[in-house]
């Protein structure tokens, strides 16, 4: 869990400056979402893979798995982006701070338990 805070944290920073970046010159909170997943995906996938879950599930299982996961939780930040982009356009720190924290908060469960779970033994 530490792990996931650390590098988790280091991605929700990351994920919370581009996003305040790309709104502030003018991108729509929904695209700035999608444009910084798209950014962050590949190299937070490889420190969680690795470091957080040391998961011994293959790559080809368990990248589709991460990529859903964060589809899943950033498709919630996506449409409170959309419902509401006036409050995130006019204070974006605490906007995506919140919407992070969120993000992070459903995807730890999923991750964990379905992503870089270790698949089952073959049997034969």
């Known amino acids: 869990m530490v792990m996931f805070l650390v590098i ?3 991605g929700a920073v990351a994920y919370t400056a581009l ?5 502030k010159s ?5 695209l700035s979402i999608a444009i910084t997943i ?6 937070v996938y490889v420190l969680q893979h690795r470091l957080t879950f040391r998961s011994g599930r293959n ?16 498709l919630i930040a996506i449409a409170v982006a959309l419902a509401v982009p006036e409050p995130i356009k006019a204070n974006p720190i605490t906007a995506f701070v919140l919407i992070s924290a969120i993000v992070a908060a459903i995807n730890y469960g999923i991750l964990k338990f379905w992503a ?4 089952p033994a073959a049997t034969g």
């Open 59 to 74: 790559h080809l299982s368990a990248f589709p798995r991460y990529v859903g996961t964060q589809l899943f939780g950033n």
């Open 8 to 10: 988790g944290g280091s």
């Open 19 to 23: 996003n305040v970046f790309f709104t």
């Open 38 to 43: 798209a950014l962050l995906i590949p190299p």
């Open 26 to 30: 003018g991108i729509s909170p929904s």
């Open 116 to 119: 870089f779970r270790h698949s």
